[in-house]
Protein backbone atom coordinates (compact mmCIF):
# COMPACT_ATOMS: atom_id res chain seq x y z
CA UNK A 1 0.00 0.00 0.00
CA UNK A 2 1.24 3.25 -0.80
CA UNK A 3 0.21 7.04 0.68
CA UNK A 4 0.96 10.42 0.20
CA UNK A 5 0.20 12.79 3.03
CA UNK A 6 -1.16 16.46 1.78
CA UNK A 7 -2.61 19.72 2.92
CA UNK A 8 -5.86 21.31 2.25
CA UNK A 9 -3.84 24.68 1.35
CA UNK A 10 -7.48 26.20 0.79
CA UNK A 11 -11.06 25.36 1.70
CA UNK A 12 -12.64 27.19 -1.14
CA UNK A 13 -12.33 25.88 -3.71
CA UNK A 14 -11.16 22.72 -1.45
CA UNK A 15 -7.27 22.77 -2.84
CA UNK A 16 -4.63 19.52 -2.01
CA UNK A 17 -1.40 21.22 -1.97
CA UNK A 18 1.51 20.29 -4.58
CA UNK A 19 3.66 19.56 -1.65
CA UNK A 20 3.17 16.58 -0.23
CA UNK A 21 5.20 13.41 1.85
CA UNK A 22 5.33 10.07 -0.06
CA UNK A 23 5.16 7.28 2.53
CA UNK A 24 6.08 4.15 0.84
CA UNK A 25 8.08 0.76 1.60
CA UNK A 26 8.19 -0.51 4.79
CA UNK A 27 9.96 2.55 6.78
CA UNK A 28 7.00 5.17 5.53
CA UNK A 29 4.15 2.37 6.63
CA UNK A 30 5.70 2.22 10.40
CA UNK A 31 5.64 6.41 10.31
CA UNK A 32 2.52 6.58 9.25
CA UNK A 33 1.34 3.74 11.93
CA UNK A 34 3.68 5.76 14.65
CA UNK A 35 1.60 8.85 13.69
CA UNK A 36 -2.15 7.57 14.15
CA UNK A 37 -0.91 5.74 17.00
CA UNK A 38 -0.75 9.30 18.93
CA UNK A 39 -4.46 9.67 17.83
CA UNK A 40 -7.15 8.24 15.58
CA UNK A 41 -7.86 11.36 13.99
CA UNK A 42 -4.44 12.90 13.50
CA UNK A 43 -3.58 11.92 10.14
CA UNK A 44 -6.86 9.83 8.81
CA UNK A 45 -6.44 8.41 5.19
CA UNK A 46 -8.90 8.10 2.38
CA UNK A 47 -8.68 6.07 -1.02
CA UNK A 48 -7.92 8.55 -3.66
CA UNK A 49 -10.69 6.58 -5.27
CA UNK A 50 -12.70 7.90 -3.11
CA UNK A 51 -11.82 11.86 -3.72
CA UNK A 52 -14.27 12.39 -7.30
CA UNK A 53 -18.28 12.44 -7.37
CA UNK A 54 -20.16 9.62 -9.26
CA UNK A 55 -20.71 12.51 -12.03
CA UNK A 56 -16.80 13.06 -12.42
CA UNK A 57 -15.85 9.38 -12.83
CA UNK A 58 -18.14 6.28 -13.13
CA UNK A 59 -15.21 4.25 -11.97
CA UNK A 60 -14.93 6.07 -8.50
CA UNK A 61 -17.17 4.04 -6.76
CA UNK A 62 -16.02 0.50 -8.11
CA UNK A 63 -12.33 1.32 -7.29
CA UNK A 64 -11.29 2.40 -10.74
CA UNK A 65 -8.83 4.83 -12.64
CA UNK A 66 -8.80 7.91 -10.62
CA UNK A 67 -4.92 8.34 -9.72
CA UNK A 68 -3.95 10.88 -7.69
CA UNK A 69 -0.30 12.86 -9.34
CA UNK A 70 1.97 13.41 -6.52
CA UNK A 71 3.11 16.70 -6.74
CA UNK A 72 0.48 18.39 -8.48
CA UNK A 73 -2.08 20.77 -6.99
CA UNK A 74 -5.58 19.37 -6.99
CA UNK A 75 -8.82 22.28 -7.37
CA UNK A 76 -11.96 20.37 -6.78
CA UNK A 77 -14.34 23.53 -7.98
CA UNK A 78 -17.03 21.93 -8.97
CA UNK A 79 -16.43 22.57 -12.58
CA UNK A 80 -13.57 20.22 -13.53
CA UNK A 81 -13.37 18.19 -10.66
CA UNK A 82 -16.30 17.70 -7.77
CA UNK A 83 -15.76 15.98 -4.04
CA UNK A 84 -17.60 12.79 -3.30
CA UNK A 85 -20.29 12.80 -0.91
CA UNK A 86 -18.01 10.77 1.06
CA UNK A 87 -14.92 12.81 0.76
CA UNK A 88 -17.19 16.00 2.20
CA UNK A 89 -17.94 14.29 4.70
CA UNK A 90 -14.49 12.63 5.23
CA UNK A 91 -12.77 16.59 5.26
CA UNK A 92 -15.58 18.05 7.55
CA UNK A 93 -13.93 14.88 10.35
CA UNK A 94 -10.60 16.00 9.92
CA UNK A 95 -9.27 17.35 13.30
CA UNK A 96 -8.30 21.14 13.76
CA UNK A 97 -4.53 22.45 12.49
CA UNK A 98 -4.45 23.68 16.56
CA UNK A 99 -5.38 20.89 17.89
CA UNK A 100 -3.30 18.39 15.54
CA UNK A 101 -0.21 20.54 17.18
CA UNK A 102 -1.87 19.90 20.91
CA UNK A 103 -2.08 16.08 20.65
CA UNK A 104 1.40 16.14 19.23
CA UNK A 105 2.68 18.16 22.10
CA UNK A 106 0.92 16.36 24.61
CA UNK A 107 2.48 12.88 23.33
CA UNK A 108 5.79 13.90 22.46
CA UNK A 109 7.25 11.20 24.59
CA UNK A 110 5.62 8.71 22.50
CA UNK A 111 7.73 9.99 19.23
CA UNK A 112 10.33 7.87 19.54
CA UNK A 113 9.42 5.79 15.89
CA UNK A 114 8.02 9.28 14.53
CA UNK A 115 11.69 10.36 15.21
CA UNK A 116 13.83 7.42 14.32
CA UNK A 117 15.59 8.53 11.48
CA UNK A 118 16.58 11.65 9.54
CA UNK A 119 14.02 10.93 7.20
CA UNK A 120 11.26 10.71 9.58
CA UNK A 121 12.55 13.67 11.52
CA UNK A 122 11.94 15.25 8.16
CA UNK A 123 8.46 14.33 7.24
CA UNK A 124 7.25 15.31 11.08
CA UNK A 125 9.15 18.71 10.46
CA UNK A 126 6.78 19.34 6.89
CA UNK A 127 3.85 18.34 8.67
CA UNK A 128 3.99 20.04 11.44
CA UNK A 129 4.85 23.43 9.39
CA UNK A 130 1.35 22.95 7.98
CA UNK A 131 -0.32 22.74 11.06
CA UNK A 132 1.08 25.95 12.07
CA UNK A 133 0.46 27.42 8.61
CA UNK A 134 -3.51 26.32 9.64
CA UNK A 135 -3.46 23.65 6.87
CA UNK A 136 -5.43 20.31 7.80
CA UNK A 137 -3.54 17.55 6.94
CA UNK A 138 -4.88 13.87 4.90
CA UNK A 139 -3.33 10.70 3.87
CA UNK A 140 -4.49 10.05 0.35
CA UNK A 141 -4.26 5.70 0.48
CA UNK A 142 -3.02 4.41 -3.23
CA UNK A 143 -5.08 1.13 -4.34
Known amino acids: MHYTVVPI ?4 PLTLGAEHLPLDGSEGERWKKAIQSLHPRLLPSLKENALLSEEDSEFCVAGGIF ?12 TELRLS ?3 ENFFDFLMAPVDCLHVLAERQE ?3 EIESSADNRARLAVL ?3 WEQGYRVLMLQHQ
Open 9 to 12: IQDE
Open 67 to 78: DYERGRELVFDG
Open 85 to 87: HCA
Open 110 to 112: QCA
Open 128 to 130: TAW
